[in-house]
């Protein structure tokens, strides 16, 4: 059974930093895609980065510069540095894992998802 576990995630003021982790298992995820994507209340679900199975890397304009994704295809983990972090920030994060692993930002592309980690960052 495939699973995607995130965490991380917690409070932080604005301007601190968090590291999200995404442990995989159930197949091998380095031939695979992995994203990032997060959901604030009352918006939707938006993506933030992703990394193929070279290391290429594709970000959201809004986290470009703040944010940075890798990846451990030894540890099967997927990792989001945030940040720089602001209050508009606050979301709950989700991993995402893409056969094929073209680091697109289409959710819709993606195959297996994780639960969230929350983020929130107070002003």
């Known amino acids: 059974q495939v699973q995607l576990v995130e965490s991380g995630g917690g409070l932080v003021q604005a301007g601190g930093s968090l590291r999200l982790s995404c442990a995989a298992s159930g197949r091998t995820f380095s031939s695979d895609a992995m994203g990032w994507f997060r959901r604030a209340p009352g918006k939707e679900r938006e993506f933030v980065a992703a990394i193929g199975w070279n290391g290429n890397t594709n970000y959201a304009d809004s986290v470009k510069g703040r944010f940075t994704i890798s990846r451990s295809n030894f540890k099967n983990t997927v990792y989001l540095q945030l940040s720089s972090l602001k209050p508009e920030d606050t979301a709950v994060y989700y991993c995402?894992?893409?056969?094929?692993?073209?680091?697109?930002?289409?959710?819709?592309?993606?195959?297996?998802w994780g639960q969230g980690t929350q983020v929130t960052v107070s002003s």
């Open positions: 995402a894992a893409r056969r094929g692993g073209v680091p697109t930002s289409s959710p819709n592309e993606y195959d297996y």
